[in-house]
């Protein structure tokens, strides 16, 4: 086995959306990743509209550009089309009305983004050996489908399956853990919601896969881990914080990863 390292960088810029990779990753002053998840969409009653609340999200396909200021949407009935993220909102926001039948607003949050934790809304963490064997409890689903399910933020490659059990504890106070020179605490394992049970490009339902799920994990739950903080087994990946809010650090793939 490699030595522990972060293999995998993926931001969310438009939350519910396409996700990027990415090589590199600044941690903001609020414990979030720069442009993940940065932007939303919300309905006329301030909800915000996701694909917890929509399955018709999935179908849409997404890229924002390298810069993080151009976002082209895709839809078979749709077409393609282009919006600067700042100039173009209200014609965007026009385009997504159409597409959901509701009108749409977005908002932009360059501070903390719109996390679905907003206590820990640092970067969210697992490994490829997670991924991997999760992937095989279910007949055709793929690691690269799955992390479109899930949609973690930092992937660790070099350890064992849910390694990442350990960045918790019996307490809120949480684990302390380091990628290069940066240390992070590790909080709670994330729990999920419907749309892992979703195909991430259709938005059809994977038959029982919460059911699966949650047989698979409590069976392939590690000694290493703090059972306690699993009133239910249909979490995966663990929900972060920043250790020290007053620098900017980078994160970069291929960093070491450390336990402390």
Partial sequence: MSIPHLARIDLYPLKSLDGQRVERARILPSGAL??????????????????????????????????FQTLTLVHPSLGRAVFDLEGDRTALAQWLSEYFQIPIQIR???????????????????????????????????????????????????????WEDQLFNETDEGVIFKIGDTCLIGINPCQRCIVPTRDPHSGAPTPEFQKIFIQQRQHNLPSWTTPSRFNHYYRLAVNTRIANTESHPVLCQGDPVMLL
């Fill in 108 to 162: 932009h949050n360059p501070v903390m983004g719109f996390p679905d934790d907003t206590e820990s809304p640092g970067p969210t963490v697992i490994s490829t050996a997670t991924l991997e064997t999760v992937a095989s409890w279910y007949p055709n689903l793929t690691v690269e489908k799955l992390r479109s399910r899930l949609r973690t933020n930092l992937e660790v490659d070099g350890v064992p399956p849910f």
């Fill in 34 to 67: 720069q442009h993940d998840r940065a932007y939303a969409l919300f309905d006329d009653q301030g909800q915000v509209v996701n694909g917890k609340r929509f399955a018709q999200i999935h179908r849409l396909r997404s890229q924002i550009s390298a810069s």
